[in-house]
């Protein structure tokens, strides 16, 4: 039960790295070899690689 849910915070962290440097892989990788809370903190820290930027409407 405690590696499934592992395994699924780290599909999760993939997820949500996937607009990073790292991508969807690395960031699995990381929270794999690491911990899931580690990537997590990363992802947070980090930025975007392509920040969708406002547009500005008058």
């Keep these: 039960m405690i590696v499934a849910l592992y ?4 599909i999760l962290s993939g997820y949500w790295g996937r607009n ?8 699995f990788l990381i929270s794999l ?7 997590l903190l990363m992802l947070l ?4 690689r392509n920040p969708q930027q406002e547009s500005e409407e008058d």
């Design 7 to 10: 395994l699924v915070l780290c």
């Design 20 to 27: 990073t440097f790292a991508g969807p892989v690395g960031f």
């Design 33 to 39: 070899f690491l911990t899931p809370i580690v990537s």
């Design 45 to 48: 820290l980090t930025q975007d």
